[in-house]
């Protein structure tokens, strides 16, 4: 089946430092990678839409220059928070979408990073 | 608007059946997807519907009617290890996923 994997697992950094979150489809190529952030107790709610080679989409209330993204190939797209403050702490997930899908648009997500800012 | 709802939090009792109804409202619709996410981890795949009718997978099936839009998730023979939220999702005319807020389903012995 489809792999993506995420590193950081966990990461804990201090006020004001950036942190960069790798996403990475181990055995398939992902035209597609969608990043996710879950609060405790709610839903994922997807921040931005990244096609490779081009720019990413955000969502509405997403700031793009705190949180950037970038998918410079067909198997890796990073997110880095930058300037970390303490309410962006939370549960990051990525999520890719393959050139062919065994199903009509599924994603498959990476493990998540568990970011802490202190 | 796009909207899915599901309800917050259910119990159920280990070997028993439960259901999981979901309701849906976007915009255009590409299939509807069924996640299970344990505290702390990502999300794992556990159906796609995309016609009317019920897929059965294991112990676990889903339904779809398009024209309700409205799903459900039907869980067998329930395992402790099936405690865990379960996320439905509808897929919309640009293939972006509109996520429920999940289902948290607490198995008692």
């Known amino acids: 089946g489809a792999v993506v994997s995420q590193h950081p697992s966990r990461v804990i950094c201090k006020s004001g430092t950036s942190v960069k979150i790798e996403c990475r489809s181990l055995?398939?190529?992902?035209?597609?990678m969608f990043w996710y952030r879950q609060f405790p107790k709610q839903s994922l709610m997807l921040m931005a839409t990244?096609?490779?080679?081009?720019?990413?989409?955000?969502e509405q209330g997403v700031e793009k220059d705190k949180f950037l993204i970038n998918h410079a190939s067909l198997t890796l797209s990073t997110l880095t928070v930058t300037s970390a403050h303490p309410e962006d702490s939370s549960f990051y997930i990525c999520?890719?979408?393959?050139?062919?899908?065994?199903?009509?648009?599924?994603?498959?997500f990476g493990p998540g990073t568990r970011l802490t800012v202190l | 608007g796009q909207n899915i709802d599901q309800p917050t939090e259910m119990t159920a009792t280990e070997g028993a059946i439960v259901q999981i109804n979901c309701t849906y409202q976007?915009?255009?619709?590409?299939?509807l997807f069924w996640y299970q996410q344990h505290a702390g981890e990502a999300p794992t795949f556990l159906s796609y519907?995309?016609l009317d009718g019920l897929e059965e997978k294991g112990r676990f099936s889903s339904f779809l009617s398009r024209s309700k839009g409205y799903s459900y998730l039907l869980l067998k023979e329930l395992q402790m290890k099936d405690s865990a939220s379960y996320l439905c999702?509808?897929?919309?005319?640009?293939?972006?996923?509109?996520w429920g807020a999940g289902t948290k389903l607490i198995i008692k012995p």
């Open positions: 999520s890719a979408r393959g050139l062919e899908p065994s199903l009509e648009g599924e994603q498959f």
């Open positions: 055995d398939f190529q992902a035209t597609t």
């Open positions: 990244s096609n490779e080679g081009s720019k990413a989409t955000y």
């Open positions: 976007t915009s255009g619709f590409n299939g």
């Open positions: 519907n995309v």
């Open positions: 999702a509808a897929m919309d005319s640009n293939y972006q996923l509109i």
